[in-house]
């Protein structure tokens, strides 16, 4: 399988190294039809990856790669419970958390019945929690996946009028709280200490400033999401408002778990149930599609050409709907966390780039910021844009310009700008030739840059269920083609240990241990500036 593998990359890269194999510009010119054959459509999702320098050949070079990896079958062996997380020994079933009763076994074990357990006794609290109607706010205290898939969920689905406003407090730095509690009445304020493992040093400072917030006389507002009862307990939350989940969920997978009480609680259930069968059904079509229809797998590949085939080291994500503002902060923990890694499951060092820097904003607030780079910087940024048809406001005229600006950028990466163009523009402005040779090549546009647009007519609870488990796929077979345990995350652990290290050191008159002399500079200034 290996020496096939290799001989698939080897003729994915000889594509790549074809003279224009960057070009799409000829490939509209060559292809009346190439949007419809490139735009793919599963669930409510609509995906057109025709803007990027995928042909018929390269597709098919790549598809015979994910072949020859047996993406599929590896697949086939995650959602059949096998410990496909190597590093860590554990089943990876983050689909389980929406699947159907009696849907998911890792060996003996029924994932689905503890999935459904939990969700049961999450439901039946946001029930009782509502009819009290006690509560008006609930923070959620967490960082990583105990924070970012919640908060983007909440960002992205919650409307005046919805049961509780959410908070979520993520970083150690106590600026956070002290923005926050202002806002907060501790008689109505339910706080969900969410961790994975109830260890993170962050959240369990926070935890423990929120504990104390509260006073011992409102320990039943507090509330744990964990797989880690033991600290929970002892953390004094009573044992009926832990709500717990597995080892095989990993914390970027999480969301969907009882990490996702503080969407439950804030949205209400339908919406939770609804995010979860918007998933679910992304699942389905993961789960059932062959390859050249899975469009997680073709997302991957085309993710594939970019960096391995092109060389393009980051991506953008782009949501043109204020309601994802959070979107690519939380894809940038899925995808990063999960494929920046440099060697294979068997500790080989990998023999191709992995997992890219993945950054974004919202439109059209991106075009004001970094948008030039894309467009006249020296490396392409493929770019995913995604576009939702109808708005859940009135604001027609708004909305049709947010629509239109997220058009243009692709239409403008697409096509460029060539020297005629802008030649004619500056002289029917009419500026004096000196200044047109000068100004010329500043406003040139190279054009041939990918964007894949994703399409879809409202974002609806389900709608976003699919999104977001789109690309927690697409990471899935990035994983597989190559070669790496997308679902640990080892390399957050020495920063983690340093930390833990130099805590003590910065007390007052504390004794600093060894360190490089920069390290070393910056503690002892630190120590002068605060007086230590
Ligand atoms: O530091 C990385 C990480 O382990 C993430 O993978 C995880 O989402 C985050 O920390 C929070 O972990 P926990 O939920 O255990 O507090």
């Not at 849907?103 to 049961?120: I, K, Q, Y």
């Not at 979107?327 to 997992?355: F, I, W, Y």
């Not at 820097?357 to 844009?385: C, R, W």
């Not at 030739?433 to 609806?460: K, N």
């Amino acid at each position: 399988m290996a020496g096939s593998a290799d001989r698939d990359w080897d003729a994915v890269t000889a594509l790549a190294r074809m003279p224009g194999a960057a070009a799409i510009r000829p490939l509209f010119d060559a292809d009346p039809d190439r949007a419809g054959r490139f735009t793919h459509t599963a669930c409510d999702l609509r995906v057109d990856l025709s803007k990027t320098s995928v042909t018929d050949a390269v597709r098919d070079a790549l598809l015979a790669l994910a072949r020859a990896r047996g993406v599929l079958a590896a697949r086939d062996a995650m959602a059949e419970g096998e410990r496909v997380n190597a590093t860590e020994d554990r089943a990876v079933l983050h689909m389980a958390l929406r699947g159907p009763r009696g849907a998911f076994r890792t060996g003996e074990e029924d994932a689905s019945a503890a999935v459904h357990g939990t969700l049961d006794a999450m439901r039946a609290f946001c029930t009782r929690i509502r009819a009290e109607g006690r509560f008006t706010d609930v923070v959620n205290v967490g960082i990583g996946g105990s924070d970012l898939g919640p908060q983007m969920a909440v960002r992205a689905l919650w409307r005046e009028g919805m049961p509780m406003r959410a908070h979520f407090l993520s970083n150690v730095d106590g600026h956070a709280w002290e923005a926050m509690r202002h806002r907060l009445d501790p008689a109505r304020t339910l706080v969900l200490v969410a961790s994975k493992t109830f260890t993170t040093a962050e959240t369990m400072a926070n935890a423990h400033l929120l504990r104390d917030w509260l006073g011992e006389s409102r320990r039943n507002q507090l509330v744990a999401l964990s797989t880690n009862l033991k600290a929970t307990a002892a953390f004094g939350v009573p044992g009926d408002q832990v709500f717990g989940f597995k080892d095989w969920v990993g914390g970027r997978f999480s969301l969907w778990s009882a990490v996702g009480l503080s969407i439950a609680l804030a949205c209400g259930w339908d919406v939770f149930a609804e995010l979860l069968a918007g998933a679910r059904s992304m699942d389905e079509h993961f789960l059932s599609a062959r390859e050249e229809e899975s469009l997680p797998l073709l997302m991957a590949l085309t993710e594939v050409w970019h960096v391995n085939g092109l060389g393009y080291p980051t991506r953008a994500v782009l949501p043109y709907d204020e309601r994802l503002a959070r979107l690519p902060a939380h894809l940038q923990q899925v995808e990063m966390e999960s494929l920046g890694k440099r060697v294979t499951m068997d500790g080989a060092p990998v023999a191709r780039a992995t997992g890219p820097v993945v950054f974004g904003e919202p439109g059209t607030n991106a075009q004001h910021s970094f948008m030039q780079l894309l467009h006249q910087g020296t490396t392409p940024v493929p770019a995913d844009i995604l576009l939702v048809a109808r708005p859940d406001h009135g604001f027609e005229e708004n909305h049709r310009q947010l629509l239109a600006n997220g058009l243009a950028q692709a239409e403008a990466l697409l096509r460029g700008r060539d020297a005629e163009e802008v030649r004619a523009e500056m002289e029917a402005a009419g500026m004096d030739a000196a200044r047109v040779a000068a100004l010329l090549p500043h406003r040139l546009f190279p054009g041939d840059r990918p964007s894949t647009t994703i399409l879809v007519e409202r974002l609806t609870p389900a709608v976003l269920g699919q999104i977001v488990a789109l690309y927690e796929h697409k990471v899935f077979c990035l994983g597989a083609l190559w070669g790496v345990d997308a679902f640990d995350q080892w390399g957050v652990e020495l920063g983690k240990q340093l930390a833990g290290a130099i805590l003590p050191e910065l007390s007052p008159g504390a004794e600093p241990r060894e360190h490089d002399g920069s390290t070393a500079a910056l503690i002892a200034a630190i120590q002068r500036l605060r007086g230590g």
